[in-house]
């Protein structure tokens, strides 16, 4: 093997590692779904943490200009997937990105010994957050992979990184021998599969290294397998947000524990995730305001998941769209469109009607870009609280909107469909050509009124005087050898030839061109590279 003693746990090293984190557990999830039978055979566990991860690389990628330190990026990453936690795994797999950066924020040169520190800080918080700690579980591969790192803990960061996930597949093959749920359903514990996921990813980006898993390795040969039975204990789980005194925790955690069981509470500094399994919503949700604010009120009936009963659905799409076009274009592809006008912004009520005039009940917000964003979040925040199931899918541009309305199944479950949305508006890369509007120092230069901008993500990387050549350059700079799609749609003052000079372009690099005619105004064209 290979050995890596010089790699630091820079920034960019833990925004990597969730990135890559994402895409294991993306990859993973179905299979991780499967595996759980404990504490509640409801087949989320996979989800849960992808979607955990999910939030915590979207709030890595937002740290901008990270300095060399890791604390910033560390910390962004702990709020970020505290604030994103989905079910018992996904609380739990915060709690440890929050002790590992407890542990890094320390540290302006992390060392094999800081991510061995950070690792066990991790455990010990998990353990701590969990008011009845089960063996077999999550809980006991990070333990197993803390006691790994210490082992080597004088090594460097790349040899604690091994040893830990070393160590964590281990003890997630012991799993079934510790929990007889595990044994008789014949696997290992999905949410200790996840973290080793997770901890894998972080081998990768400090070694290059990818662990490939046997075919059938995550399911053990059990002597007369008992037949599951269905689930038979508290049947609500009540998440939510809790913002309050660190003093009025332990109360908090008293009163939950006495109301049902997988009790995890878990944050710190005034913010708190919290997560429970009881017969009595109204005393969880009680207990939260008498301890402080609790906001994002998430209520599972964990008997009718775990049934898969059949049951009819309507989900609508609702998507912002900036010029006529797209709108148009939408509409054909059984989104609602919410237009807007020039240079305008969706309101709150807009999203509303859009999802309450469609009789649905279950709904997915396509902001477009990033100021309509946090409208539709708290669009998303009144529908839930007339019982509607909504979930904001992130897109910061119309072409990540079309990506992610491209690959919408109204026939997947609803989680399903979100993750597959998220990742194909994640997937595509965005640009545009604009006209500056008057003088300013920029990230490419200082630009005068009348200039061309060209934009990147959502930075100006280029100015120019000809449009056509701008938008060349950023397509250039968004294209790598892998790219196989660029979507151009074309605004209301697009140039007569820019279309057949970008495909005359992309034919010689063979890459494939896909035009939409928006109508947008203000951005001659926008560029979508996947």
């Given at each position: 093997?290979?050995?890596?003693?010089?790699?630091?746990?820079?920034?960019?090293?833990?925004?990597?590692?969730?990135?890559?984190?994402?895409?294991?557990?993306?990859?993973?999830?179905?299979?991780?779904?499967?595996?759980?039978?404990?504490?509640?055979?409801?087949?989320?566990t996979g989800t849960n943490m992808f979607l955990t991860v999910e939030a915590a690389a979207v709030a890595a990628s937002e740290v901008l200009d990270p300095a060399d330190?890791?604390?910033?990026?560390?910390?962004?990453?702990?709020?970020?997937?505290?604030?994103?936690?989905?079910?018992?795994?996904?609380?739990?797999?915060?709690?440890?990105?929050?002790?590992?950066?407890?542990?890094?924020?320390?540290?302006?040169?992390?060392?094999?010994?800081?991510?061995?520190?950070?690792?066990?800080?991790?455990?010990?918080?998990?353990?701590?957050?969990?008011?009845?700690?089960?063996?077999?579980?999550?809980?006991?591969?990070?333990?197993?992979?803390?006691?790994?790192?210490?082992?080597?803990?004088?090594?460097?960061?790349?040899?604690?990184?091994?040893?830990?996930?070393?160590?964590?597949?281990?003890?997630?093959?012991?799993?079934?021998?510790?929990?007889?749920?595990?044994?008789?359903?014949?696997?290992?514990?999905?949410?200790?599969?996840?973290?080793v996921v997770v901890l894998d990813s972080l081998v990768q980006v400090l070694t290059g290294e990818v662990h490939i898993d046997e075919i059938g390795e995550d399911v053990i040969v059990a002597h007369e397998p008992m037949p599951q039975g269905e689930y038979a204990g508290p049947r609500y789980e009540v998440m939510y947000l809790l913002d309050a005194e660190d003093v009025g925790i332990p109360e908090l955690r008293a009163r939950l524990d006495s109301l049902g069981d997988s009790l995890v509470v878990v944050g710190g500094g005034g913010l708190w995730n919290v997560h429970v399994h009881t017969d009595s919503i109204g005393a969880a949700v009680e207990a939260g305001i008498d301890a402080g604010r609790p906001h994002r009120i998430a209520v599972t009936d964990l008997i009718e998941q775990q049934r898969h009963q059949p049951r009819e659905i309507t989900r609508v799409v609702v998507a912002v769209a900036h010029g006529p076009g797209v709108a148009e274009l939408l509409e054909e592809s059984g989104a609602v469109a919410v237009r807007t006008p020039p240079r305008g912004r969706p309101s709150t009520r807009d999203f509303v009607r859009a999802v309450t005039s469609s009789g649905a009940r279950e709904a997915l917000l396509l902001p477009s870009d990033a100021d309509s964003t946090p409208v539709a979040k708290a669009a998303?925040?009144?529908?839930?609280?007339?019982?509607?199931?909504?979930?904001?899918?992130?897109?910061?541009?119309?072409?990540?909107?079309?990506?992610?309305?491209?690959?919408?199944?109204?026939?997947?479950?609803?989680?399903?469909?979100?993750?597959?949305?998220?990742?194909?508006?994640?997937?595509?890369?965005?640009?545009?050509?604009t006209i500056a509007s008057k003088e300013a120092i920029t990230t490419a230069g200082r630009c005068q009124v009348g200039d061309v901008l060209g934009l990147v993500d959502g930075d100006i990387v280029e100015i120019g005087s000809s449009i056509q050549d701008v938008a060349l350059r950023i397509i250039e700079r968004m294209s790598s050898s892998t790219s196989e799609l660029v979507t151009l749609v074309t605004g209301s003052d697009v140039p007569e030839d820019l279309v057949e000079t970008v495909e005359s372009h992309l034919r010689a690099a063979l890459v494939d061109l896909e035009v939409v005619t928006g109508g947008q105004p203000y951005w001659p064209v926008i560029v979508g590279v996947e």
């Open positions: 093997m290979t050995q890596v003693s010089d790699v630091g746990l820079d920034a960019a090293a833990l925004r990597n590692w969730m990135r890559v984190s994402q895409d294991g557990l993306g990859a993973r999830r179905a299979e991780i779904d499967a595996l759980n039978v404990f504490p509640v055979p409801d087949g989320d330190v890791p604390g910033p990026m560390a910390d962004a990453i702990a709020r970020g997937a505290l604030l994103g936690a989905r079910g018992n795994s996904g609380v739990i797999l915060s709690q440890l990105l929050r002790g590992l950066a407890d542990i890094v924020r320390q540290a302006d040169e992390p060392t094999g010994a800081t991510l061995a520190a950070g690792l066990g800080r991790a455990a010990d918080l998990a353990y701590a957050a969990v008011s009845r700690p089960v063996e077999g579980t999550v809980l006991t591969v990070a333990r197993a992979a803390a006691e790994g790192a210490s082992a080597v803990a004088d090594g460097g960061v790349a040899a604690v990184a091994r040893a830990a996930a070393e160590h964590a597949r281990e003890a997630l093959a012991k799993t079934p021998t510790q929990l007889p749920a595990l044994a008789a359903a014949g696997v290992v514990d999905a949410g200790g599969k996840g973290l998303a925040e009144f529908l839930r609280d007339d019982d509607i199931r909504v979930a904001v899918v992130p897109s910061r541009s119309i072409v990540q909107t079309l990506s992610a309305v491209a690959v919408h199944d109204a026939a997947a479950g609803f989680d399903d469909d979100v993750v597959t949305m998220a990742r194909a508006s994640s997937a595509t890369r965005y640009g545009g050509v």
